[in-house]
């Protein structure tokens, strides 16, 4: 089955520390991949949609320039975290769901989610 | 706006069943995913409804009336290992969580 590796699993940094996580999908290209955080006890919140080869799509009250989407190839996409903050510290999760075909990705198709950054910024 | 609403906790029994509803009111539909959540680990997939019905899966089953803006996921003979959060997702141009269900299940 496809499937969607993230890393780092597990950073711990100091505070105005950038950190990238990558995201690839291993046997499937995804043109579009999905960026979400995740604070205890609540649900996913969609951060932002990376597309391969233009620039990402960020949520409202999301800062692009906090939060660097780089989706460099069909299988890779990267969240950079500039100066990260203790507020920023959360568990981050990449999704992608396999493209159609024609470089357009399927909204019927399940995505396929990476294990999940967990970052701490003391 | 979006919103997606489940409730936030429910207890059950090992054995019961138990009915996990979803409400929605988003600007497009192009279907509805329900995914589990072990704490700490990335959501599981469990069920798409893109039609009105019931979708069975084993223990699982899934029901969507789009007219009504509403799913439920129903989990039959509930184990010890279900103990998770199940969050309801709807697709449109993206996918957006709804709030997440904590279910508790209880020998």
């Known amino acids: 089955g496809a499937v969607v590796s993230q890393h780092p699993s597990w950073v711990i940094c100091k505070s105005g520390t950038s950190v990238k996580i990558e995201c690839r999908s291993l046997?499937?290209?995804?043109?579009?991949m999905f960026w979400y955080r995740q604070f205890p006890k609540q649900s996913l919140m969609l951060m932002a949609t990376?597309?391969?080869?233009?620039?990402?799509?960020?949520e409202q009250g999301v800062e692009k320039d906090k939060f660097l989407i780089n989706h460099a190839s069909l299988t890779l996409s990267t969240l950079t975290v500039t100066s990260a903050h203790p507020e920023d510290s959360s568990f981050y999760i990449c999704s992608a769901r396999r493209d159609r075909g024609t470089g357009v990705w399927d909204s019927n198709q399940p995505q396929h989610f990476g294990d999940g950054t967990r970052l701490s910024i003391l | 706006g979006q919103n997606i609403d489940q409730p936030t906790e429910m207890t059950a029994t090992e054995g019961a069943i138990v009915q996990i509803n979803c409400t929605y009111q988003t600007s497009g539909f192009n279907g509805l995913f329900w995914y589990q959540q072990h704490a700490g680990e990335a959501p599981t997939f469990l069920s798409y409804n893109v039609l009105d019905g019931l979708e069975e899966k084993g223990r699982f089953s899934s029901f969507l009336s789009r007219s009504k803006g509403y799913s439920y996921l129903l989990l039959k003979e509930l184990q010890m290992k279900d103990s998770a959060s199940y969050l309801c997702?709807?697709?449109?141009?993206?996918?957006?969580f709804g709030t997440g269900t904590r279910l508790q299940v209880f020998p």
């Open positions: 046997d499937f290209q995804a043109t579009t």
């Open positions: 990376s597309n391969e080869g233009s620039k990402a799509t960020y």
């Open positions: 997702a709807v697709t449109t141009d993206k996918l957006i």
